[in-house]
């Protein structure tokens, strides 16, 4: 039986839905192709292929790793090692440019990005606020990064995470391969799909999701790494192209994009360290189990949310490695494009105050979440703006 006989053996107004809902689609895989007709995706640079996507060749993705694999030789630094080393190859081999230049927008494309900012102003009040301090072009790219990571997440722990399948996530990929071949299925499909196409990291971001299906806790830092690389440093990785590396660096491709990982891992330590009261009321536990049976700590201290001076002790290792996440990425942010370093030395800088709302709360991180008021967000700008006003370090050195 046919999907449209099938649909329409119900009720019209059933049918009249189906119909508009294959319409919507199509609307939009002629939104994307019209946008991306000229090769990968319509963000150009002056004098190269492609802002916003790679022009690179398919590879597979990290494996999912099973406790087998995370009890092996390799380390999940050194998986992640290798993807990161990929990415900077493909860079390597670009040209670099300062500027974006990009050809026409459609209309319905226009309100697709749009509605990704609508997204991620409300939902991402620290992102958003760095993306004001984009260009154009970059921003948008941004939020629709933001709003496909934010929706792949929803799927296991948003409000239907409990009937989500490993089968739903297949099916989630299968879209995701729509994207890169201009058939999205909604508006906001249609945002991606302009903005990256063939880029790899977004797969692994959907083995992230998969992890949360299957784990609930994390044996040791190896596996959080993996996980936090999945959910978290795929995103950095996504946003090096559309932030472009500085015409004047003379550093590695690999140093910036080892600065993006850092900086999405530690992003998301952050919000891990944040959230562990409510991750415990979902009955999850994202931090390392043997660090926290050599600080004396069981599951039950947390899921009792129990401030003891054991508990402050182990938060204050737990941050100081959170700490040395963000200043590596200082390391790569430092080599951006100019127009591209303030918003992500703001974000840096933003996102880094977390920690220390939650030594000011006294650790606790069970009742109390741990958020920046706006006054220091806004006190925060300048800072950033003269940070990003220094010359890519390999530049530096050489006056």
């Not at 739903?168 to 508006?187: H, Q, V």
């Not at 991606?192 to 790899?200: E, G, I, K, R, W």
């Not at 994202?286 to 039950?300: H, K, N, T």
Request: proline share 5%; aromatic share 8%; net charge positive.
């Amino acid at each position: 039986m046919s999907a449209t006989h099938a649909v329409n053996s119900h009720s019209p107004a059933r049918a009249a839905r189906w119909q508009s809902q294959q319409q919507e689609r199509v609307r939009w895989s002629v939104v994307a192709r019209d946008g991306r007709r000229r090769g990968g995706c319509s963000v150009r640079a002056s004098g190269s292929n492609t802002i916003g996507c790679l022009e690179a060749q398919p590879w597979g993705s990290l494996a999912l790793p099973g406790d087998d694999v995370l009890a092996g030789s390799a380390t999940a630094d050194q998986r992640v090692h290798e993807v990161v080393l990929r990415q900077a190859a493909l860079a390597a081999a670009a040209p670099r440019t300062e500027g974006i230049e990009r050809g026409p927008m459609a209309g319905g494309l226009r309100e697709a990005f749009d509605r990704c900012g609508e997204v991620c102003k409300v939902y991402a009040k620290t992102i958003y606020l760095a993306t004001q301090l984009m260009t154009p072009e970059r921003r948008r790219a941004i939020w629709a990064i933001y709003v496909w990571g934010s929706r792949t997440d929803e799927l296991v722990d948003g409000p239907n995470a409990s009937h989500i399948s490993a089968l739903a996530l297949d099916r989630w990929e299968s879209r995701l391969e729509g994207i890169f071949a201009g058939r999205p299925y909604d508006m906001l499909d249609a945002a991606l799909s302009d903005t990256v196409a063939n880029f790899p990291p977004f797969r692994d971001m959907i083995e992230g999701m998969r992890m949360d299906l299957k784990k609930s806790r994390y044996r040791s830092f190896d596996e959080l790494y993996l996980y936090c690389y999945y959910v978290a440093g795929t995103v950095g990785l996504m946003s090096v192209p559309v932030m472009g590396i500085s015409p004047e660096s003379r550093a590695a491709p690999e140093t910036v994009y080892k600065g993006a990982l850092a900086l999405g891992l530690a992003n998301q330590l952050t919000n891990i360290l944040r959230d562990v009261g409510e991750d415990a009321r979902r009955g999850r536990i994202y931090l390392p189990q043997d660090e926290l049976e050599a600080a004396g700590l069981s599951e039950a201290d947390i899921f009792n949310g129990r401030v003891t001076d054991k508990w402050r002790s182990f938060m204050s290792g737990q941050i100081t490695r959170a700490r040395a996440f963000f200043r590596q990425a200082e390391e790569g942010a430092t080599e951006l494009n100019q127009e591209s370093r303030w918003p992500v030395w703001a974000s840096l800088l933003l996102y880094r105050q977390i920690l220390d709302e939650i030594e000011a709360n006294d650790y606790d991180n069970f009742t109390k979440k741990a958020y920046v008021p706006k006054r220091k967000k806004l006190m925060a700008l300048p800072k950033a703006y003269l940070r990003s006003l220094m010359p890519p370090s390999s530049q530096a050195q050489r006056h």
